[in-house]
């Protein structure tokens, strides 16, 4: 059973328009949320986190938002650019004692077409 | 960067055979984590250590062990290679508050 579920395989946006990816969680005890890029042949790389205290984070292009009552995050790229063409994965991590294992979504294929 | 190496970066096997993938960092934390990565199953976690000897499965542990006798190495063993453990497997460590940093990966072909 998927606690972290990306429902879109795949994504594909202009050059310069705003990519939104989003991932969708059940556990309500999930207390930290990230987004991971990974381009083939390499592994992921962090690329923005929220807390569960907060309902949006900035930085630079990249803007995550978080819904806690939908139990709802989505990943905002303003403006899209071809390098962005990656897989986008959500995680999450849950709010007990010293746990740091991530639960992963299935992630989200962005292709961003010049 | 985070100080993560693995190795061998490819590796061509045969069934029945054993293998060991290393993850080496140069950060000293504790949390270490092996992953494979498979089309339509996203990153899944094998084993992982939260320090020297201390390990614990992940949700796809069968098939493999780990050790850890030193904080910078953890070594993940495939003691009988099958045709269903070829895949991507990355190794990860732990910062802060689960913010996890990943090596650049072992591509395992089972012949």
């Known amino acids: 059973d998927q606690q972290v579920k990306q429902n879109s395989p795949s994504l594909s946006v202009q050059e310069g328009r705003i990519s939104i990816l989003n991932c969708d969680y059940t556990?309500?005890?999930?207390?930290?949320f990230l987004w991971y890029k990974k381009y083939p042949a390499e592994g992921p790389t962090f690329l923005i986190s929220?807390?569960?205290i907060k309902d949006k984070n900035e930085d630079g292009r990249f803007t995550v938002f978080l819904n806690k009552s939908a139990k709802h995050l989505s990943l905002h790229i303003v403006p899209s650019q071809p390098g962005d063409s990656a897989v986008y994965f959500c995680?999450?991590?849950?709010?007990?004692?010293?746990?740091?294992?991530?639960?992963w979504g299935l992630g989200t294929s962005l292709a961003v077409n010049p | 960067d985070a100080g993560i190496t693995q190795s061998p970066r490819h590796k061509v096997t045969e069934t029945g055979t054993p293998v060991t993938l290393r993850c080496h960092q140069t950060?000293?934390?504790?949390?270490m984590y092996w992953y494979r990565q498979d089309p339509g199953h996203g990153l899944r976690l094998i084993h992982y250590s939260y320090g020297v000897k201390d390990t614990d499965k992940g949700e796809v542990s069968d098939g493999y062990s780990v050790s850890r006798s030193k904080t910078e190495d953890f070594l993940l063993t495939l003691e009988s290679a099958t045709s269903s453990q070829t895949s991507v497997y990355f190794c990860?460590?732990?910062?802060?508050?689960?913010?996890?940093?990943f090596g650049p990966g072992t591509r395992l072909t089972v012949l």
């Open positions: 556990n309500s005890m999930f207390d930290y």
């Open positions: 950060e000293n934390h504790r949390y």
């Open positions: 990860a460590i732990s910062a802060q508050r689960g913010l996890q940093y």
């Open positions: 995680a999450a991590k849950l709010n007990a004692g010293n746990n740091r294992k991530l639960i």
């Open positions: 929220i807390s569960s």
